[in-house]
């Protein structure tokens, strides 16, 4: 156990990276707007799907130019991300704000299954291996063994939004109306801050997120159909340990649910999904709003 240590560790900052990235849009949503969005595993799925066909028309049409294929990434997350928020933000949710949250959920699964047929549609069913940017990398030294740097770039990318989140959050004024409009929305609209303002950008940044989450892993998988189903399920699993609205309670359970389904994988692979909601559900029991999630107050 302790030769293959430096390696469970690795893999474990990997995959909560990539799980704090996709989680941390969709606990965002929830924590300005209280917008439970299901269909944020297809925002993760559509970033995976346009990166893998941009990189692949790419990569057949100028093959001399393949260091290139890094700029995909970002290009697919924001462009998707935009059209995208745009989309649900506009011609659904603004018409719901302030409705039961069973309502949101529902119209946000509904669009998640249209999202999952449209996929088919546009991308057709046949998987995608974008591996050139991957590839291109290489890899580096890891105690005798070769470890990808592309993944190691992952875990900088995600300690990279934190900072930014935490950043912007305590030290901008634009963090504090957040708190503010986090808070109570209505009292912030009464003094004068623009709360639907508030909102676009916030669902914006948190689709973003989302499709960056499939951006950047499309690379590393087989892009196929369904891949944003168990995502979304991983992501809520993740948002739920930490406390639904909490950037740092994301990250925290992304840890500990990433180290945790490493060390199955390893010594008990027959447990790997077991394992994940079997930590969400320990925590549960002593913490039920999650690790740093607060308890709500409803208002009558």
């Given at each position: ?25 969709l ?6 707007m ?7 595993g ?31 990434i970002?290009i ?25 949250e ?8 509904g ?75 209505e ?23 989302g ?10 998988i087989?892009?196929v159909?369904?891949i ?13 340990t ?8 994301a990250?925290?359970?992304?840890i ?14 027959q ?30």
């Amino acid at each position: 156990m302790l030769d293959s240590f430096p390696f469970i560790l690795l893999d474990s900052l990997v995959y909560a990276s990539w799980l704090f990235l996709v989680a941390s849009g969709l606990t965002l949503i929830y924590g300005v707007m209280k917008v439970l969005n299901i269909a944020h595993g297809s925002l993760y799925a559509f970033g995976a799907y346009t990166t893998a066909w941009l990189i692949g028309w790419f990569s057949s049409n100028y093959e001399s130019y393949q260091t290139l294929n890094f700029l995909f990434i970002p290009i697919a997350a924001i462009l998707v991300g935009f059209i995208l928020s745009i989309f649900i933000e506009r011609l659904f949710l603004r018409k719901i704000y302030g409705r039961d949250e069973i309502v949101i959920v529902l119209v946000t699964y509904g669009l998640f299954l249209i999202f999952e047929d449209t996929m088919k549609i546009l991308f057709g069913t046949s998987s995608y291996l974008p591996f050139q940017p991957r590839l291109m990398l290489g890899d580096i030294d890891v105690f005798g063994l070769p470890y990808v740097i592309y993944d190691l770039l992952i875990i900088c990318l995600a300690v990279l939004v934190w900072l930014s989140f935490y950043s912007v959050i305590k030290l901008t004024k634009i963090g504090k109306l957040l708190i503010a409009v986090i808070h109570d929305r209505e009292i912030a609209s009464s003094m004068g801050i623009n709360v639907s303002k508030f909102f676009v950008y916030t669902f914006f940044i948190g689709c973003f997120l989302g499709c960056l989450g499939g951006a950047v892993s499309a690379p590393m998988i087989s892009v196929v159909p369904g891949i944003g189903v168990e995502v979304i399920v991983l992501a809520f699993a993740v948002v739920v340990t930490g406390g639904l609205g909490s950037i740092s309670g994301a990250a925290i359970g992304a840890i500990l649910i990433g180290l945790f389904r490493t060390l199955a994988i390893f010594y008990f692979p027959q447990l790997e999904l077991f394992i994940v909601f079997f930590v969400m559900a320990i925590i549960l029991s002593f913490k039920p709003d999650g690790l740093l999630g607060s308890k709500e107050i409803r208002k009558i």
